[in-house]
């Protein structure tokens, strides 16, 4: 009797370890992580980018109309000496 008794346990207790195991494998992989600690560093990370390049663009914006006023000066000069 107490050996049946003592099996029961045993077999329930490792039945309970399986679900146990499966549960937590199941949650771990098919849940996703919350992003919720870094929701403002990557806010901030984004808007760096987006500053950036916006600051690249008004550069090269910058370097094409100082070309062009070169450009023009030497056009100018051209046509004057001609």
Do not use: G
């Not at 494998?25 to 996703?32: E, L, R, S, V």
Request: negative net charge.
């Amino acid at each position: 009797m107490w050996s049946s008794i003592f099996l029961h346990i045993i077999i329930s207790v490792i039945i309970v370890m399986i679900i146990h195991y499966i549960w937590d494998y199941c949650k771990n992989t098919y849940n996703q992580k919350s992003p919720k600690k870094n929701i403002a560093n990557t806010q901030i990370q984004k808007y760096k980018e987006i500053i950036e390049k916006l600051q690249a663009q008004k550069m090269e914006k910058f370097n094409e109309n100082t070309n062009m006023e070169e450009d023009l000066e030497k056009f100018m000069e051209e046509t004057m000496n001609s």
